[in-house]
């Protein structure tokens, strides 16, 4: 049974790692100079950084910035599946136009 103490402390760690999460998303976004993209796309942008887990934002950031082809690809075979990596190395799409390239192949 959790007490209202434990609870607390829960609700409280919950707050910070939202707090920290979504400082995070605007420090990479902002630090990304994302010159392109105007008030409507950068909203859309954060939002979708936001969604994704913390692990995939940096790739997802890079993107972006439109510098990195393999970054894109990456961050669009993660989004595909569900930000798993083993499944983008298993990945059962093989008439999709980024499977040859897809990252994390074994061979
Ligand atoms: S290669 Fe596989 S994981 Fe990547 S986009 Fe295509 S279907 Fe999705």
Redesign the pocket.
């Known amino acids: 049974m959790t007490t209202k103490r434990e609870m607390t402390a829960e609700t409280q760690t919950k707050a910070l790692q939202a707090k920290a999460s979504s400082v995070d998303v605007d420090g990479l976004i902002n630090a990304a100079s994302l010159d392109w993209a105007g008030p409507s796309a950068l909203a859309k942008i954060t939002a979708r950084c936001r969604e994704m887990p913390q692990t995939c934002r940096k790739n997802y950031v890079k993107a972006m910035k439109g510098k990195g082809l393999r970054a894109s690809i990456k961050a ?2 993660m989004e ?2 569900g930000w798993e990596r083993l ?2 190395t298993e ?1 059962t ?1 093989p008439a ?1 136009p ?2 040859p390239v ?1 990252p994390f192949q074994t061979k």
Request: glycine residues 0%; proline residues 0%; hydrophobic residues 50%.
């Open positions: 669009f075979c595909c599946v499944a983008v990945c799409a999709c980024l499977y897809r």
